[in-house]
């Protein structure tokens, strides 16, 4: 009859395409959308797991956190933000991102989770003041150059492919710190190696390096020290 609806080969109506079943590739979809949650929640409970047997003091598997010795990310890994080592005592954000745990720095000077909060590392006339008579107090030994590392000093532009580190200790530098470079050449040292020399922050990796009294020669240019500036204090 000229009012019949006009069928597909089998008697099925042409208006019925839409009303079938779900497109395979709809049903795949969803199937790995669900596959990729479960596996994210086993990848977080994973880490949790073991923060909890590592890192007792930091029970949470996301959220703030402060680096311990028991740290998974402690010494070795380095912030994916501004490139420092990790510190005892630094405060965090660790989350999972993409299966993977994720650490930031979480500090005033070290704002790499929340930029809007960061503190300005340029010091104040009161602050350098207060440098420039800790050091006047505990002046540098003979024979040795030591200075106190500027904010403005290239070793933090953010233009470097990467941080400078302690040749002494796994810890990159950090303004303030007061550090001693190699004694093959006090009067220019052109290796520009250098080591922690700060005894009021704990870290006195020059003075270890120093006591070695095997250490002959530069670690980087390997010219002979003198006994006076391998041995002199």
């Not at 150059?145 to 532009?157: I, S």
Request: proline share 10%; glycine share 6%.
């Amino acid at each position: 009859m000229s009012g019949d609806r006009a069928r597909l080969p089998g008697g099925v109506p042409s208006g019925a395409e839409a009303a079938g079943p779900p497109a395979r590739s709809t049903v795949k979809s969803t199937a790995e959308s669900t596959a990729e949650s479960t596996a994210e929640s086993l990848v977080r409970s994973f880490e949790a797991g073991l923060r909890l047997g590592r890192d007792p003091a930091n029970l949470l598997p996301e959220g703030r956190a402060r680096t311990t010795s028991g740290s998974p990310w402690w010494p070795s890994e380095r912030c994916p933000v501004c490139r420092h080592s990790y510190r005892i005592g630094d405060d965090v954000w660790v989350s999972i991102e993409n299966g993977r745990l994720v650490v930031r720095h979480d500090m005033p000077t070290l704002s790499c989770q929340f930029p809007e909060n960061a503190t300005p590392v340029e010091g104040t006339p009161v602050l350098e003041a207060f440098y420039a008579a800790l050091d006047a107090a505990n002046p540098p030994p003979r024979n040795f150059v030591v200075e106190r590392l500027n904010p403005r000093d290239m070793l933090f532009d953010a233009r470097r492919p990467y941080r400078v580190q302690c040749v002494g200790c796994p810890r990159t530098f950090r303004p303030y710190e007061v550090v001693a470079f190699c004694p093959c050449n006090p009067e220019e040292p052109k290796c520009r190696l250098r080591a922690h020399r700060d005894p009021g922050a704990g870290l006195t990796c020059f003075d270890a390096l120093i006591s070695d009294k095997r250490r002959r020669h530069c670690m980087l240019s390997f010219k002979k020290l003198s006994s006076q500036r391998s041995e002199g204090w």
